[in-house]
Each structure stands twice: as structure tokens, then as C-alpha cells.
């Protein structure tokens, strides 16, 4: 028989990290619910053509798409990303603006697998749509700030940048063109590819030989249209009365070709590999315009939940919850006994368990413990007889006798005596 295992760039996600994951997006979503997002769930495939729109000349779109066509013989793809979704919702439902959603869920890009880059990964993030105003910029990268802070992260640095208006940014990309084009020969065989597709992204490269080149380049800011530089100079200052810090950086071009004005990145300082950007996003004004909608200018932010957690990793924070059951029925007389006990303890919300196929007393007290439970309810012959219960601490190895009908408040009290 075949074995079959994930295929590269997936995983299986098994407890405690599954149980840290979810608790990742229930802290997401207190603090996206606290500003008035409410939660949107969309499709994990859609038409390609709402992803073209990311940018014919990214890689998102050029290489690492899971396109296919269907059955009804239609172009789908699985998401790389959701903004684009979002902005299709809003188009397909024309919700009153402002429109504020959040989201969590897992995106596809056909990456060269490594850690803190999958194919199937997971983000977070939020989108507003139909507000121009500086002010919402800072309030959304504030709240990924306010995520970062409660997960316990310290070492995050944010690196804001304006790409101006489509106009600004066509005319700082021509003049890139120009000089890229005039310094080619310094530029590494990759830069000169990418120069012949989209002369922004060259800005990105990290390779050595690009550097010196990258560093002469025309710089964005002489490109800002004066509406374009007064937005920019107003999210600088609403950060600042925020308390955010914040460093410009003028490279900052991003992978998806949909940004206009702010556009913003966070970097864990505690990564060191080549995944250290753990979220980012910013402006797509022209977006809901290219997928059939009325101009509307958006707003928003994604950040990677897997290398996020790399990043709690690196930091010592955030921790797994603890999912393990609160109590372990013992049950030496066949199991009915532990049926009605757990029921009743379930039912009271107290987490319980028990062990199966009739085991020994030995095995059973070995699975308590292994179960992770503070408490043990044994239940023998002798206790049946009785109509008793023995209650054992697991950690202490005390034990009392209680009556059958006692069970949840005396384990309700062992418990908080316990602190747990
Ligand atoms: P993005 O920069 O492509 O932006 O992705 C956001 C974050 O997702 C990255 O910073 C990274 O943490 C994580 N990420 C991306 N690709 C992978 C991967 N292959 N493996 C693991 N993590 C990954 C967007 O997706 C935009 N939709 C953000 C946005 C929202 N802009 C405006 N609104």
C-alpha cells in the first residue's frame, strides 16, 4: 500500500500548534472586533481574473498561481491573497462604506518551499474600503501594531513608504526605467530580467551586486504629487501622535503592483533567515475600479500567521495554549460508570476523558497521566458498591472518597484550590 505524506510546502498542523493557531485568530479578531471590523469569510478559489489584477508582471501572478480550469471548463484559481476577493465582494454586494472586514484563512502560492515559506500558508488581515482619509491609515497600521503587542512580540519594526498616485507612481517607474536601463550592465542577471518586467521591483532585490546601483536610484519622494506627499506627511503625523514608531523607507515597493500612496511592512528583528517580513500592506485606490466597481479608494493589511508564530518562536511569547482536560475517569467495573460521570462533568463545563476497551488499572492511571488532567475520579467495584467516588490529585497524589452525586462540586473546588 502507498503511504502517502503532505505534499512540499504543506503541513499537518497537530495540537498544541493547531490549538495555538486558533488561539492566534481569536486574538486577531478581539482586536479587529474592538475598531468595528466585522469578519468575512471568502471564497478559497475565485475567477483568475480577480487575482490578474495583483499585477501581470508579479510573481504571485506570473509563477506561483494555482490556476486551473474546472470542470464546467471555467479559469479558477486558489487565492494567493484575499484583498482581492474583498474587493470583488464589494463589488458583487455593494455594502454601505465604510466597509470594515477582517479575515483569517489560508492562501496558495506556488513558492519554493522553506521555513516560514509554504505554498499553503495563513494570514490575518483587515480591509477597509471607501475612505481616503490619512487618518484610517494610521488607525489600521495601528492595529497591527496592537495585534503584535498582544501576542507579546517586541522586536517588530515598521517601515512605511508613500508609491504615490497611479500617475506618480507610472513616472517614478519610467524614470526607474531610464536609469536601471542606463546602469544595466551593473545590475545581476535576475535585476535585469525583472528591470525588462517591472522596473519597481528591482528595488527589492537583496543581491550584493545590485546594491550600489539600487542606492544611486531616483527616490519616490520627488515623484509624490502634492495631494499624494500632504497624505503621506498626514499618516507620519497621526502615527507619531499614536505613538507608533515608524521608519521611512523609500525602497519599500512591495510584491503586489496594486498599491497606490501608503504601503507599510513589518520585520521581525528576532528572524534572521530571508522570511523576516511578517506582514505588511497599504493602499489599492484604483483596485475596486479594476474589478468593475465604482472608484473607491481601500485600505488594508495582511500578516503571515506562520511566520508570525516563527517570530513568537524566536521571542519566547505566545505559547500554545493548554489543552489538555481538566479531569480523567477511571473506571475498573466495564466503563459505563466513566460514560455517566464524563457526561456529567461535560455537561457542568468540565473537561473530562477517560480510557476505552475495558483496560486495566494500571493502563488507565498511565493514560491520566499522560492525559495531561490534574485530576483522576476512580470509580471500582468497591466505590460502585458504595455509591462513592475516589478523587485523586494528579499532581500531589492525594486522595479523598466522595459521594457519587458530589462529583462536580468537588471537583469544581479541588480545581480552584488548585488554581486551574
Ligand atoms: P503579502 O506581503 O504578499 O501581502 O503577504 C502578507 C504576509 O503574508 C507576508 O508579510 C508574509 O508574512 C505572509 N506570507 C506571504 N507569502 C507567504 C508564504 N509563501 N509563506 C508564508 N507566509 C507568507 C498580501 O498578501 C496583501 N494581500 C496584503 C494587503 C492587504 N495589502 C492590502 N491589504
Known amino acids: 500500500m502507498t503511504a502517502f505524506s503532505t505534499s512540499p510546502g504543506t503541513r499537518d498542523i497537530l495540537a498544541p500548534d493547531s490549538e495555538r493557531w486558533r488561539a492566534f485568530q481569536n486574538v486577531f479578531a478581539e482586536v479587529a472586533l474592538a475598531s468595528g471590523y ?117 522586536k517588530v519594526e515598521l517601515a512605511i513608504n508613500s508609491l504615490g498616485d497611479a500617475g506618480d507612481r507610472q513616472r517614478y517607474a519610467d524614470a526607474l526605467q531610464a536609469y536601471f536601463t542606463a546602469h544595466k550592465a551593473s ?92 506582514g505588511g500592506g497599504g493602499r489599492y485606490d484604483g483596485l475596486v475600479e479594476e474589478l468593475g466597481g465604482p472608484a473607491t479608494p481601500g485600505i488594508g493589511f495582511a500578516l503571515g500567521l506562520d511566520r508570525t508564530l516563527l517570530a513568537c518562536d524566536a521571542e519566547g511569547v505566545f505559547p500554545a495554549p493548554n489543552g489538555d482536560v481538566s479531569v480523567f475517569v477511571v473506571d475498573t467495573t466495564g466503563g459505563s460508570h466513566a460514560t455517566r460521570l464524563c457526561r456529567v462533568l461535560r455537561g457542568a463545563g468540565i473537561s473530562a476523558d477517560r480510557a476505552f476497551d475495558g483496560r486495566s488499572m494500571k493502563a488507565q492511571m498511565k493514560a491520566a497521566d499522560r492525559s495531561g488532567a490534574k485530576i483522576a475520579l476512580i470509580v471500582g467495584t468497591n466505590e460502585v458498591e458504595s455509591g462513592s467516588i475516589v478523587m485523586r490529585s494528579l499532581s500531589s497524589g492525594e486522595q479523598t472518597t466522595i459521594a457519587h452525586g458530589d462529583a462536580v462540586s468537588a471537583v469544581t473546588q479541588l480545581l480552584a484550590n488548585q488554581g486551574s
Open 187 to 278: 545590475l545581476s542577471a535576475e535585476s535585469q530580467t525583472t528591470l525588462a518586467k517591472n522596473p519597481l521591483r528591482v528595488l527589492d532585490s537583496k543581491r550584493k551586486e545590485d546594491q550600489s546601483v539600487i542606492a544611486g536610484a531616483p527616490k519616490i519622494e520627488e515623484f509624490l504629487s502634492p495631494a499624494a506627499s500632504e497624505h503621506f506627511a498626514e499618516v507620519k503625523r497621526s502615527l507619531t501622535g499614536l505613538g507608533v514608531s515608524f521608519t521611512v523607507n523609500e525602497r519599500l515597493v512591495r510584491g503586489l503592483d496594486y498599491y497606490r500612496r501608503t504601503t507599510f511592512e513589518f520585520v521581525s528583528t528576532a528572524l534572521t533567515a530571508a522570511h523576516t517580513a511578517i
Open 38 to 154: 466585522r469578519y468575512i469569510i471568502p471564497p478559497m478559489f475565485e475567477d483568475l481574473g480577480v487575482f490578474l489584477r495583483l499585477g501581470e508582471a508579479t510573481d504571485v501572478v506570473t509563477k506561483e498561481m494555482y490556476d486551473f480550469e474546472d470542470k464546467g471548463g471555467r479559469r479558477i484559481a486558489l487565492r494567493p491573497e484575499q484583498t482581492a476577493s474583498v474587493c470583488r465582494a464589494f463589488v458583487e454586494h455593494r455594502p454601505v462604506t465604510p466597509w470594515k472586514v477582517w479575515y483569517a484563512g489560508p492562501n496558495f502560492r506556488y513558492e519554493k518551499p522553506q521555513q516560514g515559506r509554504y505554498r499553503q500558508f495563513d494570514q490575518v488581515g483587515v480591509e477597509v474600503l471607501g475612505v481616503d482619509d490619512p487618518h484610517l491609515d494610521a488607525e489600521v497600521i495601528a492595529l497591527a501594531d496592537e495585534f503584535y503587542r498582544r501576542l507579546g512580540l517586541r
